[in-house]
């Protein structure tokens, strides 16, 4: 009884809105600890909570074939088949980003085509991040306009295979939907608006090496031994050229400066000889006053000490004169 679809359900596609979901899958989903415990005897109010309660989505994954609580929550909204206000209202809520996957996957099952294209493509501009559960029950990201994208194009998407639908272009020509506007096509109209302005002039390729050379900022590599020897090799051509080229004239003066330049420099080798000779003999000079000066300093000492030693023999004979005489020695 827990797993017969409501009695005032209506046929989707044609069939029972469970069969939708494949056999094996289905009973997968009603033998599951998650569909025993939490979707027994839910309502569409309490749908609203399981599904805020969502941390993933998903299909069935294992070796078991396990069904993920994403794909639980969808098969019991396709048993109490809720009403279509409520699951644009599913849609439209951008407060938690699961329950609006749930509503978009339920909307694409049962929708018909232009509900699907009515309330799914304004998904598009959703950019934020889903976790999904793959096969082997291994996650990653995805996002939530590559999702609407897959339910839109893809023909089996969380392990259940999607009705079909028609597609977009029938509908525009049967005058059923208009034509998508992208959010892309203000910047292709940007883009085309700057090539009809009339560029720049672009610098040509001698301005570019100018501009590299006058910046101070750019870093010069070392010459590769290629560009040396041709460096070389130029330098040597240009010297032949100016050998070529010069006039007997220039020769003429060439030589007059050489000879101008010898007999400077003789000159100036001259004048430092003669610098030197007279420093030599200011320094002798300077040392025979030296001598003599000292030589007159000994003469002095020694005059001196003659002098002193005539003073004290007239002293001690003038004192023996006044000893024989009676009289007191000199002090």
């Excluded at 827990?2 to 809105?17: F, L, Q």
């Excluded at 509503?103 to 991040?129: I, N, Q, S, V």
């Excluded at 041709?230 to 330098?235: A, D, G, H, L, V």
Aim: glycine letters at 4%; hydrophobic letters at 25%; proline letters at 5%.
């Amino acid at each position: 009884m827990a797993n017969r679809t409501v009695k005032d359900a209506h046929s989707v596609k044609g069939t029972n809105p469970q069969y939708l979901v494949e056999k094996i899958i289905r009973t997968r989903i009603y033998e599951c600890r998650y569909w025993k415990e939490e979707c027994f005897a839910l309502t569409a109010e309490l749908m609203v909570d399981k599904a805020m309660e969502l941390k993933y989505i998903g299909g069935v994954y294992g070796g078991n074939v396990k069904p993920s609580p994403f794909l639980c929550l969808v098969l019991k909204m396709l048993q109490i088949q809720p009403e279509k206000d409520i699951v644009v209202e599913f849609i439209r809520n951008e407060n938690f980003k699961y329950v609006r996957a749930l509503g978009a996957f339920y909307m694409r099952l049962t929708g018909t085509t232009l509900d699907c294209f009515k309330y799914l493509e304004p998904l598009y501009y959703d950019y934020r991040k889903l976790k999904i559960q793959n096969r082997e029950g291994e996650f990653h990201l995805l996002h939530m306009d590559e999702f609407v994208d897959s339910l839109l194009r893809d023909e089996r998407v969380c392990d259940i295979i999607l009705p079909r639908i028609q597609k977009r272009h029938v509908l525009e020509e049967n005058n059923q939907l208009e034509s998508r506007v992208s959010a892309l096509d203000e910047d292709l109209e940007d883009m085309e608006s700057d090539e009809e302005e009339p560029m720049e002039r672009s610098p040509s390729p001698v301005d570019r090496r100018k501009s590299d050379r006058s910046s101070p900022s750019r870093h010069r590599r070392s010459p590769s031994p290629r560009s040396r020897d041709r460096r070389k090799r130029s330098r040597s051509r240009d010297r032949e050229k100016r050998h070529r080229s010069r006039s007997p004239t220039d020769k003429r003066h060439r030589d007059d400066d050489r000879k101008k330049s010898k007999k400077h420099r003789h000159e100036h080798k001259s004048r430092e000889k003669d610098r030197d000779r007279e420093k030599r003999s200011h320094r002798s000079s300077r040392h025979h006053k030296d001598d003599k000066d000292r030589s007159r300093d000994k003469d002095r000492d020694k005059g001196g000490s003659r002098s002193d030693s005539k003073g004290d023999l007239s002293v001690a004979e003038t004192n023996e004169l006044r000893a024989s005489l009676g009289l007191p020695p000199l002090k």
